[in-house]
Nanobody, 124 residues
């Protein structure tokens, strides 16, 4: 098990930027593939981005490609999501998640460990 805590959410105007962090504790952080998901009111939780254990490969949902960047620092047991050019449709609760293995990265049900979420609100 790994415990995850997100931070960095807030209210920002359209076109602005935010950087989310996900701090991990417990078992070895570098053993886990990590992902970001988000859930808007009345909608299902959706994939945003994922990063492999070493950070050598990253994956993005199409609507965030070129705007969001996922990264990790295994020495600090922390993952990040840099979000630029934010749009009102990016408004959601953002969750970080951890899983073993590098398959099914886009599927929330593949992840065993979740943070409590952090709210991101983008005003128009």
């Amino acid at each position: 098990q790994v415990q995850l805590v997100e931070s960095g959410g807030g209210l920002v105007q359209a076109g602005g930027s935010l950087r989310l962090s996900c701090a991990a504790s417990g078992r070895t952080f570098s053993s886990y593939t990590m992902g970001w998901f988000r859930q808007a009111p009345g909608k299902e939780r959706e994939f945003v981005a994922a990063i492999t254990r070493s950070g050598s490969r990253t994956y993005y949902e199409d609507s965030v490609k070129g705007r969001f960047t996922i990264s990790r620092d295994n020495a600090k047991n922390t993952m990040y999501l840099q979000m630029n050019s934010l749009k009102p449709e990016d408004t959601a609760v953002y969750y970080c998640a951890a899983k073993m293995g590098s398959y099914g990265l886009e599927h929330a049900y593949e992840y065993d460990n979740w943070g409590q979420g952090t709210q991101v609100t983008v005003s128009s």
